[in-house]
Nanobody
Framework: EVQLVESGGGLVQAGGSLTLSCVASGFTFDKYAIGWFRQAAGKEREGVACIAYSDGHTSYGDSVKGRFTISSDNAKNTVYLQMNNLQDEDTAIYYC????????????????????????WGQGTQVTVSS
């Protein structure tokens, strides 16, 4: 069974940084794509970042390009989201999600992180940016 557990959320000042973690289990990582998504109060779920374990291919939502970085540590079964220069509009619940298995999991991340193609989800972690 695919299981995803997010952690690392909290309160941060505008312009600051925060790193989220997603510990994954129950699947073969090289055949899956892992994504980060967020949902702010009153808004629809938004794609943040995506990574394919097979080759490390990544994609990002337009609103976070240049500020956020997704990475993985396969030895720890963990995906990270490094968030820099956080702004008020980044306040949201952040979710980790997995999709697979797939022959070409990197395609799951293209052309951008798309929440509607991901089947397995974590419980979310709150990120609040204060100005």
């Amino acid at each position: 069974e695919v299981q995803l557990v997010e952690s690392g959320g909290g309160l941060v000042q505008a312009g600051g940084s925060l790193t989220l973690s997603c510990v994954a289990s129950g699947f073969t990582f090289d055949k899956y794509a892992i994504g980060w998504f967020r949902q702010a109060a009153g808004k629809e779920r938004e794609g943040v970042a995506c990574i394919a374990y097979s080759d490390g291919h990544t994609s990002y939502g337009d609103s976070v390009k240049g500020r956020f970085t997704i990475s993985s540590d396969n030895a720890k079964n963990t995906v990270y989201l490094q968030m820099n220069n956080l702004q008020d509009e980044d306040t949201a619940i952040y979710y980790c999600a997995a999709e697979g298995p797939a022959r070409l999991p990197w395609l799951t991340c293209l052309p951008r992180p798309r929440h509607y193609v991901f089947a397995s989800w974590g419980q979310g972690t709150q990120v609040t940016v204060s100005s």
